[in-house]
Every structure is written in structure tokens, then in C-alpha cells.
């Protein structure tokens, strides 16, 4: 038996978790631990830099901050792709999700126990590089636990995506607290925790339950051509840092950098798995296929992601947060959308099983996850102008994020790994997390035209971007029927 006869195997035989293979359960509690510390961090981040010195801050602009948080949030899910070319080409995916978890803990202490930019820089980074790493390659393990056309595939995913959010939900909860009552480094070091638990029990749990899943390097590179990539990689990491310590990359222009750097980054890959000796040609088609669904995601992401840039100040600023005279930290606000996740993940896991092949094909869901989100925003142009948005008000139009999002987010995942080449499967992922990525960067370089102090520029930034998104969705369903001939029986 082959070592892909193997992987398939494994879920037709396993059915213990749920219907499903019990290392889903394994990959789900390693992702949701690793959910916990990403969004308990992510949720204290722009405050943490913006807030005053005094208030245990780094005193930096609202401008500045935003800008970081949006690179950060582009470099997170740019990293997929060296996490993909490592799976692919070096370590297998396995073996490379398990050393970039170790990664995101590092990153995590960085955090808690360095002072100042220098913690903060190498904190970033870490958690950033490893977190994209891992987000690329538990997809593609998932994913080679099923047939291509088992219908099981994005039920598993929205399992997956339903433990994340569960990590989503908890993270800001603890990390807020602990900021509230002993200040944000207490916070980073609930984060680092969290993912140290993630560790022990993917490593407890990862011999019995994954049987050699995710082994299987796709396209090994041979040994003396290994250190010229390595020296490489050290060279460009090396002038990044010292462009930005010398100033010569401004803070308030990162977001823009690592819009640009995505952007180039993924035009490269699409080449690349077009243009492969490798690429069969109906994988050719398929990839093909996802090129207008890679904008749609972009479109989609820069929106969302704006939870952790213009929501987060909108949350701060602008929101009535007091509950019988006690008022929530502001960061608590962003575990609101992993709950209706949590609440709905399994909702839509059961719809899409029941529909089975009567299920709206994806560029339908990528089309309706951009009309809802664009609906989303033009709900806050109810609040323009008011003296505080009600808590509830925020809650209705997170609900809209959260249907959006499991329209697109977990079904995009397991698209990737349906439409991946052969020889490229972890790359393939990679590509649709560069959407999250470009999404991400972009989020904050939207955020510098936000002003929550002048009511007509709010209007007009709430109302641009939700007409936006509404088109985009209808561009989508229109070119439906040509995506769906090109994916070559994938749905």
C-alpha cells in the first residue's frame, strides 16, 4: 500500500471522532490551543501599542499601531508559504506543523517577558512565521485524511474551524482579564501557556492518532541545494530588520510593505503551480479556476480582518461597553464572533452533509459570504453620529461577520486542498491563505482613512467599503458557471 493508499485509508477505517478520524480531534486541540494564544494576543495588540507608557503601552499613534497590526496580520498567513515550501520540499507537513508550534510558544514568552519593542519585534515575528506555518500545514494533514470526493471533507473542515473559534472565544476572555487586573505582559504569558498545553497534547496524542499522515515530503530537495536557500533566507531576514531599526521602513508604512510583498509573493506562486512540469493539465485548470476566488477572498478578508484594526478602535472609542455599571475590556469584543462560530460551525457542518451534492457550489458561497459581509457594513452607518453604539448594535453586525465567514473561511480550506496539485498540496493552502494574508495587510492600510471622531468620514468609509464588497459578490455569481467547468468535477 502506497503512502497515499495509507492517508485515504485512514478515514474510510476511522470513524471515532464524530464520524471522522480521531486525529481531527488531535489537529483540532493542537489549532484551537494555538487560537487561544493567537487571538488572546492579537486582541491585546493595537492597544498595547497605542495605549500611553503610563497606561503600560508603547505610546505609539493609532496610525502607527493599526499598521503594525495589519503587517503582522499579512505576515501571519505570508508565512504559509514558506511553511508550504518547507512541507513540500523539506520536512513533510507533519513534522513542519509540530516544529512551527514550538515556534509560536517562543514568539509567545518574547512577548510576556521582554520589555519594550525589542519583545515585541521578536515576539511578532515568532509567532507570526510559526502561526503561518502551522495554519497551512494542519489544513493539508486534515485534508489527506479524506478522499478528494468525500463528502465528509468540509464537514471535517468546519469540525476544525469550530475548534478554532473555540480558542478564538476563550483567548481575548483570559488575556483581557489578566490585562484589566495586572497589566498586558500577564496577558502575553496566558498566550505563551495556552500553546505550551496546545504542544503537550498534540505530542501525547500524535503517534496513535495520525498513523503517518502529513509524512510524505511531495517534492524533496536535494541535499546540496539546501543551504544556498538557507543562506538566502538569512540574508533577506537580516536587511528587513535592519531597514526597519535604522527607520528606513517607517512604522506607519509596514502595512502597505507587506501588502506589496504578499501580492508579489502570490502572483509568483500562481506561476509557479501554472507554469510546473509537474502540474497535470486538469490540476492546471483547476488552479486556474481559483484565481477569481482568490480575489473574492481577498475582498472578503481585508473587511474581516478589520476586527483587529478599525473595530478594535471603534470598540474602544466608540462603543458603549458598560454592563450594570461595569465596563468590559474593550478586547472582549472580539471573542463575540468566535462564539456565534461556535454556535453555528456544527449548524453548517450538518447542512452541508445533508445537502450533500444539492450544497451551493463554492464560488456561490465565496459570492454570498461577500454580499453579507458588504450588508454587515452598511449596518454601521446606523450608528454614524450617535453619541455611542449600543453593545447589541455590535453584536448584530458581528453575527453578519460570523455567517460570512463560515461561508468562506473553512470552505475555502478545504477547497485548496481539493484543487492542489499533487506536488503542490501544501503550496496550494499556502495560496489561500495568502488571501487572508493580502486581506489582513490591507485591513490596515484601510484603517489610516478611519476616523471615529468625524462623523461624515466614518459615513463615507463604512458605506465605500460595503458597496464594495456587494459588487464583488455579485461579480462572483456571474462568473459561476466558468469557475465550476474549470475546477474539472470539484465543487
Known amino acids: 500500500m502506497t503512502t497515499r493508499d495509507s492517508e485515504v485509508a485512514l478515514a474510510d477505517s476511522d470513524r471515532r471522532f464524530f464520524g471522522h478520524p480521531l486525529g481531527l480531534a488531535n489537529l483540532s486541540g493542537i489549532e484551537l490551543w494555538e487560537r487561544f494564544s493567537f487571538y488572546g494576543m492579537q486582541g491585546l495588540l493595537a492597544y498595547y501599542i497605542y495605549y500611553a507608557v503610563g497606561d503600560g503601552g508603547l505610546g505609539y499613534s493609532e496610525q502607527i499601531a493599526t499598521s503594525i497590526v495589519g503587517a503582522y496580520g499579512g505576515l501571519v498567513y505570508a508565512s504559509a508559504i514558506l511553511g508550504g515550501w518547507v512541507s513540500d520540499r523539506l520536512l513533510g507537513a507533519e513534522r513542519t506543523l509540530f516544529g512551527a508550534a514550538t515556534l509560536i510558544m517562543l514568539g509567545h514568552l518574547s512577548l510576556a517577558v521582554i520589555p519594550g519593542e525589542v519583545g515585541l519585534g521578536l515576539g511578532l515575528v515568532g509567532v507570526a512565521v510559526g502561526a503561518g506555518t502551522l495554519k497551512a500545514t494542519t489544513s493539508t494533514v486534515v485534508g489527506d485524511m479524506y478522499r478528494r470526493t468525500d463528502d465528509r471533507r468540509d464537514a471535517a473542515f468546519s469540525i476544525y474551524y469550530m475548534a478554532v473559534n473555540i480558542g478564538g472565544l476563550l483567548g481575548p476572555f483570559v488575556t483581557g482579564a489578566l490585562w484589566d487586573t495586572h497589566g498586558f505582559h500577564w496577558g502575553f504569558g496566558a498566550a505563551a501557556a495556552g500553546m505550551a498545553v496546545g504542544l503537550i497534547q498534540y505530542v501525547a496524542m500524535r503517534g496513535a492518532t495520525l498513523k503517518g499522515v502529513g509524512a510524505t515530503v511531495p517534492d524533496p530537495l536535494p541535499r546540496p541545494r539546501r543551504l544556498p536557500y538557507l543562506g538566502v533566507g538569512v540574508v533577506v531576514v537580516a536587511l528587513v530588520v535592519a531597514a526597519i531599526a535604522t527607520g528606513l ?9 507587506v501588502t506589496g510583498i504578499a501580492v508579489v509573493g502570490a502572483i509568483a506562486l500562481f506561476a509557479m503551480l501554472l507554469g510546473s512540469a509537474k502540474t497535470q493539465p486538469v490540476e492546471r485548470s483547476r488552479v486556474i479556476s481559483f484565481i477569481p476566488m482568490f480575489v473574492a477572498s481577498v475582498a472578503f478578508w481585508a473587511l474581516f480582518q478589520q476586527q483587529f484594526t478599525v473595530l478594535a478602535i471603534y470598540s474602544d472609542q466608540r462603543l458603549d461597553r458598560t454592563l450594570g455599571g461595569w465596563e468590559m475590556p474593550a478586547n472582549w469584543v472580539q471573542s463575540i464572533n468566535p462564539l456565534f462560530i461556535i454556535i453555528f460551525a456544527a449548524v453548517f457542518a450538518t447542512l452541508w452533509t445533508k445537502l450533500g451534492d444539492r450544497q451551493p457550489s463554492t464560488p456561490l458561497k465565496f459570492a454570498l459570504a461577500n454580499l453579507i459581509m458588504g450588508v454587515a457594513y452598511l449596518v454601521f452607518l446606523l450608528f454614524v453620529g450617535s453619541t455611542a453604539t449600543p453593545l447589541l448594535g455590535i453584536v448584530g453586525i458581528l453575527f453578519l461577520f460570523t455567517m460570512a465567514e463560515l461561508l468562506l473561511s473553512p470552505v475555502g480550506q478545504s477547497l485548496a486542498t481539493k484543487l492542489a496539485p499533487e506536488a503542490f498540496k501544501t503550496q496550494m493552502v499556502a495560496l489561500f491563505f495568502l488571501t487572508v ?3 489582513s495587510a490591507l485591513s490596515g492600510v484601510l484603517a489610516a482613512f478611519y476616523d471615529p471622531a468625524d462623523a461624515s468620514a466614518e ?33
Do not use: T
Open 437 to 439: 494574508s493580502i486581506g
Open 249 to 257: 521602513i517607517p512604522l506607519e508604512s509596514l502595512a502597505n510593505i
Open 459 to 491: 459615513r463615507a468609509y463604512f458605506l465605500v467599503l460595503g458597496v464594495a464588497s456587494i459588487a464583488v459578490a455579485v461579480v462572483m455569481a456571474l462568473l459561476a458557471p466558468w469557475i465550476r467547468k474549470r475546477m474539472v468535477g470539484v465543487r
